[in-house]
């Protein structure tokens, strides 16, 4: 118990500690929480070996498969779902040719890099670049004022999207790797690829159509009950069950927990918050933030710093940042309004983050035909390609947009407590901009 | 990964169901929760054998050891040192006096049942009752309106002392149990004796030293932190890294949990409050309100109901109840001022409750010369005990203290958010008739 108590508090100190040195550098923090882990993971070069245990420590995995969870819970939860369905054609369209350019061209780079790999390798890689983590772009465009152009109402507009189709794209690759995995073949059939598919969208449309049903009630039993914690308990159940189904019907976890919050967060305009129950978002941020930091310093722990010594695999991280950047300059072409600044919406969809690790986590942790899709070197690749855009993105944004604003985002006020702050850099920051109607009677 | 989403989304919500059932007949959610366990652990002789692993998962038992961490965290967040200190003369021989008598009772009826055992199943049998789960009865005082009475005043400062007593008894008998069980001797020496008991007061004396430094620093750096969640991931990592020193140095890491609550809670009086940082209570309770159900149902997990069809079994849950009532009796020797009902401060002693059921789980996983301290037949004893003694004393202290006040409890107010609420029967019913200077600057 003392060994697996020790290594949360590391783990967790490690993170935040990561993660307010990379926030005070203007850095998003999710970046200092990998970067915590990664140098965790490689004191071995150091000669310090005794936390080698830890990249396989099956503890740790589970408390950092319930932290990503909770944190798509959390995505979900901040994803409007009426604006995603009125969202305009311009950021339809951005979000739809910025994920198929990246996969597109994610393909070709890994089967340039990668040419003895099989095609789902190359289609998961593909994957993995192409949800936008948006966070990165709201934090640097409210900072310079920017949040209310209409390049930032595309930009945020698209990415909602873009989750969704990310989400669905890893759910059919990763299911088609699973039955490659159980057939033993692996040819790309269009059967299974059309069941697969039918399945995560018709779990998204069922989850989102039971929860809307489900979603009000929650809210009630929740602040009618006498016992204490009755809404962090229900909240919690809500999106492991989904979660748990989701895996059951061959998808993954993460997509269970995104539909929970995705329909979570509609019911919320149902009019229960005249009950004064409390956002989900608040009640899940208390456990999110202690068990969404453990999965990134836990993806930072499985970087091989070593790779980095091969000239191929930073070639590799190199040609997939490439990939990740260009691919996203192609949504300008989905911008129809005139007047506006196409390469600064390109440039605002840049950033991978969060989703993009743990598309790459999901790579090294899937098998087929006995092998990872994911290497180590191919994992640590995608890490690199993760960190490229996500830095490159602020520097790019603030020369695009001018100087005219370029002062540094408002420092944290002393009084002020940290949890009701917005989280810099990551997902938190999207509530700013979006104001809900949370004191508006149904 | 499913398997175990879905058995905590059971537990989960079988602790809260059972909870507020229980709740809402005017009883202690914490027997509703264990009342779940049980009839949960006990399908399989409805025919239904697909939850009996649950039993010995894991998971689950690593889910139950960090909830019941974080109730005795929260128990010493809400335990005042500097009343604990400042404790009147009358509630202090009621607390020693009423750790005493039940410990030697325990002793006696455990002998007397269990001849063939050795002398440290009956001490811990003994330890088992001494701590009073003193919720219950504020609970109830506060609904007869008598809490601000003499008698309640004795009763509620003497519960501090009581649990403190309680986790020093226990931190001995189970190092001893330890030592035993590392050199093979049953032998009681005073050496061990000693050591023991000189490292479980020095070690909380250091940890409230240490954390009276420590404590105003963490919620400076909690509410100066940029990135969210770092309160929580302080409070949580200081609790977690005392549980783990109190186990490596051959303590119960409750014991480190509750010293590490108690000085948080020290610390807050020191001014920080003026910072606005939240108060610990509110830091922890969203995250112990999902971990801490799991402990009591794990705990009703283990009860196997087929005991009590042992006469042997029910007479000795008799008699340990009849020596936790008895032995709480002779508190009243203790009170000194006149014109009190010392009758109602012996009754209002006798719930044992949450602290109970922690020394009987740990009795039953706990073992010395190759054999748990408690055999399930005492563990089902224990817990008939806690049951005894948590559902008797409402009716009795209602009978004691009069009818004119026989109004049942507060409705739960629709409209009130239920998490800001207290938990009834449990420890946070304390803060109500504490109002810490929250407000108060330095």
Chains 1, 2 share one sequence.
């Not at 072409?333 to 690790?357: D, T, W, Y």
């Not at 001018?402 to 938190?428: C, F, L, N, Y």
């Amino acid at each position: 118990m003392s060994g697996f108590l020790f290594t949360i508090v590391t783990v967790l100190l490690a993170a935040k500690i990561g993660g307010e040195l990379f926030e005070r550098w203007s850095q998003p923090a999710v970046l200092g929480e990998l970067v915590s882990g990664i140098l965790i993971g490689n004191l071995g070069l150091a000669g310090i070996t005794a936390l080698d245990g830890w990249k396989t420590n099956e503890s740790l995995a589970l408390v950092a498969e319930i932290g990503v969870i909770l944190l798509l819970f959390e995505v979900g939860l901040e994803s409007e779902l009426g604006e995603l369905l009125a969202v305009g054609k311009s950021a339809a369209a951005v979000a739809a040719l910025g994920v198929i350019a990246p996969v597109v061209l994610g393909y070709s780079v890994s089967s340039w890099f990668l040419p003895g790999s099989q095609w789902y390798v190359h289609l998961f890689a593909g994957a993995t670049l192409a949800a936008t983590s948006v966070g990165i772009t709201a934090r640097v465009l409210r900072d310079l004022g920017k949040i209310d152009t209409g390049e930032a109402r595309i930009i945020l507009g698209a990415a909602v999207l873009d989750d969704v189709l990310g989400l669905v794209i890893l759910a059919v690759v990763s299911g088609l790797v699973r039955s490659i995995d159980a057939v033993g073949t692996a040819k790309l059939t269009i059967g299974p690829l059309l069941t697969i598919t039918g399945k995560a969208i018709s779990f998204l449309i069922l989850a989102v159509v039971a929860g809307r049903l489900l979603g009000g009630w929650l809210l009630r039993v929740g602040s009618r009950a006498r016992i204490r914690g009755m809404s962090v308990a229900l909240s919690v159940s809500y999106c492991f069950a989904l979660a748990g189904l989701a895996e059951v019907i061959g998808l993954a976890p993460i997509v269970g927990a995104f539909a929970a919050g995705l329909v979570l967060n509609e019911s919320h305009f149902a009019g229960y918050t005249r009950m004064c129950a409390r956002r989900f978002e608040e009640i899940v941020l208390p456990i999110s933030s202690v068990f969404t930091p453990v999965f990134f310093v836990f993806m930072g722990l499985k970087v091989d710093l070593r790779s980095f010594t091969s000239w191929h695999v930073v070639l590799f991280a190199a040609g997939l940042s490439l990939a990740a950047i260009a691919g996203k300059q192609l949504c300008s072409a989905g911008v129809f309004e005139k007047g506006l600044n196409r390469l600064a919406v390109g440039v605002g969809m840049i950033p991978r983050g969060e989703v993009g690790l743990i598309f790459a986590g999901i790579g090294s942790s899937l098998a087929a035909a006995g092998k990872p899709v994911f290497s180590s070197d191919t994992f640590s690749a995608m890490v690199l390609m993760v960190m490229v855009t996500t830095l490159a993105t602020p520097p790019l944004l603030k020369a695009l947009f001018g100087k005219q604003d370029s002062q540094t985002s408002p420092r944290g006020a002393i009084g002020v407590p940290a949890d009701t702050r917005e989280k810099s850099g990551g997902r938190e920051s999207r509530r700013r901009y979006k104001p809900r109607a949370t004191s508006k009677p149904s």
